[in-house]
């Protein structure tokens, strides 16, 4: 009887060291959760400061010539009665967007050296990166099929729509920016529009394309880009 007593103590001591390692595994498990969530937290914070300082510019000089290129486009089809080579002004975002976005990123060399990159920063530098290659090979496409002579400008004008949407609003998303994500929203919903009708053969009018492309980029690049850089200089 003994013997069965003190087995039975054995048992029930073991059943309850058991449920005290449960008890500290899940206090040690929620304790791990906390810091995931507290390191994703710090992660987008950081991201969202360097987008402050140093994309801010960025989304303004795109915004401002995209929008201005835009213009100068419709003007030019207006004034020609819409000859298809005014299209060959939109290559001016390219070269001058191109240009800024080097003098900007030269001039945040040393500052983005210095600071290490994390998981969020890569994650967005992906997205706009993808954004841009899509956009360079619709380009790409486009003047294979001019120089045959099928006219294509539309596929870019549609590009410039959705893609600028999506990856803006992708962007607000991950910085929780709530500007960006309107913005984007606004933008990428717009190009599925044109893109209708396009494929509904309704008239793209330059009367309402270009002023709802301006538009576009006004509520995307241009607005977001001054609420950030504001931020920015409330935290300086």
Known sequence: MQQIYKSKENIVNLFIHHLKLCKENMEDKKLNTQESLELIT???NKTKRQMHIGQGNL??????????????VGVSLFLTGGNPACNWLWFLIWIVGGIGMLVELRKDKGRIEKEPKTYVDRLTSNLW??????????????????FFGKNTWIVMLILAFILSGFSANMQGCIIQEKSMKIGGGFTLFAGIFVMCC???KVPLAVEWVIPLFVLCFVVTMIIPGHILNAKAKKQC
């Not at 989304?59 to 995209?66: D, E």
């Not at 990166?129 to 001019?146: H, M, V, Y």
Request: net charge neutral.
């Open 42 to 44: 710090s992660m987008i």
């Open 59 to 72: 989304l303004l000089w795109w915004g401002y010539v995209s929008a201005i290129v835009g213009l100068l």
């Open 129 to 146: 990166l993808t954004n841009g290659c899509a956009f360079a090979f619709g380009t790409l496409l486009s003047i294979g099929f001019n």
């Open 198 to 200: 396009v494929f509904a």
